[in-house]
């Protein structure tokens, strides 16, 4: 489908100019892409690099988003390119997005309104095209300009006839009494003496002497041809947004419309990720077992017949006990590289790893409060051994903290000692302030 073909506003039942599917899809594209470049020229890197990296992140959206709600599914990547961390571009869109993409609609609105009727610029696909269209053909076919001993005539080949160019246009037959026989052979003309050519450089310089600078050259607006896109998007001003982006494909023309009269179908969102606490714990043990019997091979080929979001927890927890050290973690290498070999969604994978980071926090403070029970006082370890399996399964209720944190005072009171119980209390509460 062409661009000229792609409605960008509708008037609805009210009689009010809204945006079409395509005109939505646009308005999302702007947006991303203005609150993109202005990240982009906030880095403290060179103009040159703050351009080839705002093409190439523009690039990857026309390459790869072809309706409106995948814009949501690239963040990671968007975050890759920009350098920031997915949480940190999340929180961003989420601040800056509304108001954004409100001020793109009404600017896309109002331009579609203001150039209702007028005619758009036409398209060629060759330079060739736009010169017959736009000055015609010189010289009709049949006709042809040819030499006559100092001048030139335009000969007619189908009556032989010649035409003087100056007292006919180009292309278009004589009138009556315009037409004449073949001039006589004029004299021939004085050949004129050739000056001495100069060299182009020292013409240069003659004619323009040091008008010449440096200056670096700005392509200004009006040269801009409207396909072109801009590198910053502004939606204030008088600056237009374009709306025939051609290379920008959407694929939202086959999706099935709906009346006024029905209701958008509701999406449902994305289900969290689901695994027992205990399946975590089972299976961090499960992986120290092979560590310390040295077998990298069985872990390799046992990761691979876990169902696929635990497998992907495990493969993320090394990766998880090196950010709580502290150490550099490259996640959106790390993300891509496991959604490649196990077939999750980017997306999929970061909760998952939201997920990790939780159950990693959680087992942490577990094992310190297990650790701190050894010189709580007396008869604390063996209490804490005793309880442990409880406090295990009662950690099966995350991420209902409330019900957890109901259960766990309600083991606590079924220790008669009210000493063992406060320093019971004492070692396993604060845990759950990580959550």
Known sequence: MSGNDKKIIEQNSHGEFELTAYGEFLSYFHTHIQLFNGLISGKKISPTDQEALKQKLRSYIVNNIQKTEQFFDHLPKFAEYLGMSQPDLSSFMTKNFMNTHAGIKNKLIEQEKSNA???????????????????????????????????????????????????????????????????????????????????????????????????????????????????????????????EVEDLQFGGFDEPSF??????????????????????????????????????????????????ELSALIQLHSYVLKEMKNEPVDWNSIVSSISSRIGLKDTRLWKVLDLTRTFAELRSGLERAFVASKTAGPGMEELVKKAWPHILKIFEEYPDTSSLRQKLDQLFTRIPDATQRKKLSDLFLPVLQKL
């Open 259 to 308: 009346s006024d009269e029905e209701e958008e179908p509701i999406v449902p969102s994305e289900p969290p990720v689901i695994i027992p606490f205990s399946k975590y714990m089972e299976s961090v043990n499960r992986v120290r077992q092979f560590q310390k019997d040295g077998q990298p091979d069985a872990y390799k080929k046992w990761v691979m017949t876990l169902p696929p």
């Open 117 to 243: 009727g007028k005619p758009r610029k036409k398209k060629y696909s060759r330079i060739s095209e736009e010169i017959v269209d736009t000055i015609g053909t010189i010289v009709a076919p049949g006709k042809r300009f040819i030499g006559m001993e100092g001048y030139v005539v335009l000969r007619d080949d189908a009556t032989g006839k010649d035409l003087e160019p100056s007292l006919s246009s180009f292309g278009e037959p004589p009138k009556p009494g315009e037409e004449s026989a073949v001039r006589k052979p004029a004299p021939p003309p004085v050949p004129l003496k050739k000056a001495p050519e100069k060299l182009i450089l020292t013409e240069l310089v003659e004619k323009f002497g040091s008008d010449f600078s440096g200056a670096a050259l700005v392509l200004q607006k009006e040269e801009l041809e409207e396909d072109d896109v801009a590198s910053n998007v502004s939606v204030g001003g008088n600056e237009e947004l374009l709306t």
